[in-house]
């Protein structure tokens, strides 16, 4: 049995140069922890693929360590290093660092990228399956007791059911019997993907379940809703700290996108009625979650799952939120996904608040924030970007 020694502070952040993992390394170095970023820079990779550009200027990853140190004081590591290629690597790396917890957002997130074309899509799989496996290999073969978070997605759940109390993870079944009564039994909600890459986050799911039954280690899965927002308490510091803002069609998300597209008089593009439902959530709430969930450890008994969403919203009615704040104008597009034309999205997403949550909600105030940083940036959005153009 292994044993955990609570408040080893040393955390890996998989992925930390993304739009996540940046504020959230910040976060945690902020709070105590000895922050180390493996990161292989291939979403910069990415943006230079398809001539896409953060609309906001991010640093480079080692200046933005440099900055971070300057303003705080504090040390965050950095490895250069691909998860899905480099296993030998990152064993010996985890055998030197020995973290107590391992944040895991190292994977390719854009639905649209993974439906591209066949390279996307298999660029996708290898990647996200293979870092995952990695990942838990590397665990087990270290024999540390690490624990794991993922950032997995509210997508698995699916969007086109109309489920009416969607649970954190897991759902209690009877199984009928020939001759005797039912049994019941815990099992993993079943998976629902609308993409390559949601599909690649119920393979997952089901790597950590075999991990955790098999050997016991010790995962925490956050299914994240729609992220919006842009900075945190910490990457304000300095221009140099500023996080990433995707803004165009393929890796831009929803609500990021109308507010800049308000802010440079484009119409808000809505797919379809307008009618699909999302779960959302701040990128401050996201930082504050990770480390609420860090200091948290679960048992091993199961893969923990959280639902890491705060509210949810109908598409239109977000539009009409942002034209009311805003003057713009909303335009239907026909909607490039495969998605139901309506769907509802009751889900449970207690258990974080539990742990000390206050959800931020959206409020014109934080949009208007947000779109400062839009109108701030503005000549560095390319028009050209905004309409999507993969279609599935
Ligand atoms: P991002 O693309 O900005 O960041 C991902 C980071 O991982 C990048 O810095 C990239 O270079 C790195 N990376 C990818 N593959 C790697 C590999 N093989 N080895 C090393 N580094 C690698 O994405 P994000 O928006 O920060 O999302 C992070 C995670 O959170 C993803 O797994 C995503 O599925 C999940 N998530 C994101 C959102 C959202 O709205 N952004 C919502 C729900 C869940
Ligand atoms: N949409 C529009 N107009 C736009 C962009 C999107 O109407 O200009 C609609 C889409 O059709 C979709 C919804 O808004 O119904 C959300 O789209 P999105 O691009 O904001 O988000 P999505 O593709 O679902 O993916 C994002 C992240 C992904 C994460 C996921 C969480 O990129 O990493 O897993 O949000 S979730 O939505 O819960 O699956």
New binding site residues.
Partial sequence: MRTYDLFENKVFV?????????PTSLHLSNHGFEVVI?????????DIELGIESLTPIASIQQRIETWQQVSGKKIGYYH?????EYDRFLQILLQEKPSAMV???????APYSMRGSQERRYTVD??I??THNVLCAILESGLDVHLL??????VYGYDTHLNNIPEGYLDIEIPQKDAPPITQTILHPMYPGSV?HTT?CLDELLFYFYNKNDKLRITD?H?????GTNTEETKQSDKLIN?F?YDGE?G?VLNRFLVQAAIGHPLTVYGTGGQTRAF?NIQD?VNCIRLAIENPPSTEKVRIFN?ITEVHRLIDLANYVSRITGAEIKFYDNPRKEAASNELPMRHEQLEKLGLTPILLEQGLCEEVSEVAKRYQDRCNLSQILPTTKW
């Fill in positions: 998989l992925g930390g140069d993304g739009f996540c993992g940046w493996l990161d292989n820079l291939s979403r910069r990779k990415i290093i691909d998860i899905a290629k895991h957002f190292a994977e390719q997130r854009a990647n996200n293979t870092a993922h950032l997995g997605t509210t997508g890459y986050k956050l994240q809703g729609v992220v919006w990433r995707d890796y998300t959530i996201t890491q």
